[in-house]
């Protein structure tokens, strides 16, 4: 029988094999060795490799993405390079804005700002140019685009709610002295609490001479303030310096203006509303009711020179006026018999509609005109359209024609931009946006009127012929 014996290793010829191929699996552990006798590495793992790879890949993906590639030059020269991606981008997205071009546009500017501009740069002021002259683009379409800084929007809000932090004075520059004239004076405000008067002349502010500085600086440096502290105003009256101490306050702006007119015997309530804050509507139902209370056998709803503002308090003056049960313009479509009287309606670019109805269980049971001019315009305009629909007579010149609503929408680090969002048709189905209103009695102001103007606060119309007009015109209604 033949003997079988277990061996420890293969003959001789594979001990040879077995060490090669152990040097191949060791390959990573040989080193070489330097000139000092050291040792360095001679290949790289495979964990660095794949760093290496990973960052050569995103820096390539990066490269592509971004579609162009900067060089330095001596001399703050910049040498671009055009990828196939970048001309790629601007065919695909042709209605996009291109912001890797603006973005090497603006590093390319700024690049040159600081090699050659001779004044310190203010970065915030130019975020906010930058974000600015985006909008800017729009403006030839969209003339009311805008945007506001953190500071203007405060400012904005301040003055759509119907008041801001002041002393109550309207101003504006003095060019014969370069102080800040005083135009009107809030009622029961500050300014008129401390004694400061219509015509005096603002020439310094706690102190500092202001002649000189523009109005903006002025007021919102030197004027405004937190409320419950106190400023003094130096001011000119008849060549005399006078100082005055006023609290800052929120002060209400009053939009609305009422009294009443005697015409030959036939009381009429006389209502002007200057512009439309968020708290007009609230204004204007204080003025009817004294009105209607004070036996006014019809009203004068003076809208001349009123360039808009909120359009929410146009729909409550609206619905003060309307009776909720006027049907005339229903559909089934707009469902006013089951919401209310309609209004008007808005659409949007996507031309999703939103009605607006009376609703509020009121109306206006006097007769009523409204007076309008040339600078008459959007919520001025929907409420005169309104109310021409709903037969009242209209008296006057064409209106402006702005029948577009903005939009203001707040950024997140408090700034805020405003565009046109929508248009609105009148119940009657009329786009006025362009076009306007055309008054049914026609009158254009005579020289009287256009040499002193018309009178808010006390109207007479033996110097407005225009509000005669609208007195006579209201008159045959009443009859």
Known sequence: MEEIKNTDHEPEENDSMAQELNEEKNIDQEYDRNEDGGRKRHRASPFLKGILAGLGISALLFVLYRGYIDISLPGGYTLTFFLPTYYLSEILGDDEVNYRDVERKLKEVDHYLDTYYYYEKDSEAMEDGAVAGLLYGLSEEDPYVAYFSREDFTDEMESIEGGYRGIGVTITQDEATGGLEVLMVAKDGPAMEAGIQAGDIIVSVDGTDIRGMDM??????????????YVEI???????????????????????????????GTSLGYICISSFENNTDEQFDEALTELEEAGAQGIVLDLRDDLGG?????????????????????????????????????????????????????????????LVNENSASASEIVTGVLRDYGYKVVGMNTYGKGIIQSIIQLSDGSAIEFTTAEYILPGGQRIHGVGIA????????????????????????????????????????K
């Open 216 to 229: 903006d600086t002025i007021t919102g440096d030197y004027i405004k303030g937190p409320e419950e502290t």
């Open 234 to 264: 130096g001011v000119l009256r008849d060549g005399e310096e006078l100082s005055f101490t006023c609290e800052r306050r929120i002060v209400e702006n009053i939009s609305v203006h009422h009294s009443m007119i005697e015409a030959e």
């Open 310 to 370: 909120a359009v929410s308090s146009a729909l409550n003056i609206l619905d003060r006026i309307i009776a909720d049960d006027d049907l005339r313009y229903e559909t089934e479509e707009n469902e006013a018999a089951e919401k209310g009287s309609l209004l008007f309606y808005q659409r949007d670019k996507n031309d999703v509609r939103r009605y607006y109805y009376a609703c509020d269980g009121k109306s206006c049971r006097l007769p009523l005109v409204i």
């Open 439 to 478: 008054p049914d009695v026609e009158v254009e102001p005579d020289e009287v009127l256009l040499e002193h103007g018309a009178n808010m606060d006390a109207p007479d119309i033996e110097t407005d012929n225009q509000l005669e007009t609208a007195v006579n015109t209201l008159k045959e209604e009443i």
